[in-house]
């Protein structure tokens, strides 16, 4: 597991540069979960949806993204507190962006929640 800022990741460190690669040269991982992030990063730390998708698609080829609807209390809580909307966040934007980077393989709609869970693989 890593933890670390993905909008100011950590980059190379220690002498010359050497000691400690960029966070994202470390490792190539075959899978990557992004649970309750996608809403974080384009609602609160301002990433455009379609630049966001791209750039995980550069990460790993095969991911399962949950995104949470608009009606979801901390989407709303998200906008309330940025006083609106930075940039577009909708379905509609999510998979339009994703359908640029990524082939859905499978969709589940979580029961009594306003999230889905996608399982996709880059194109």
Not at 48 to 72: N, S, T
Request: with cysteine.
């Amino acid at each position: 597991m890593i933890v670390d800022d993905l909008v100011n990741p950590s980059p190379p460190m220690g002498f010359a540069l050497e000691e400690r690669g960029a966070l994202f040269s470390r490792s190539k991982p075959d899978l990557v979960l992004a649970l309750a992030l996608i809403h974080h990063l384009v609602l609160t730390r301002s990433v455009p949806m379609e630049m966001l998708i791209g750039w995980m698609r550069g990460l790993c080829p095969k991911w399962v993204f949950e995104f949470a609807h608009e009606g979801d209390p901390m989407v709303e809580f998200l906008i309330k507190a940025k006083l609106g909307r930075t940039h577009p966040y909708s379905r509609g934007e999510f998979e339009a962006a994703l359908s640029k980077s990524f082939r859905v393989l499978e969709r589940l709609e979580l029961g009594g929640a306003d999230r889905t869970l996608y399982l996709a693989e880059g194109i």
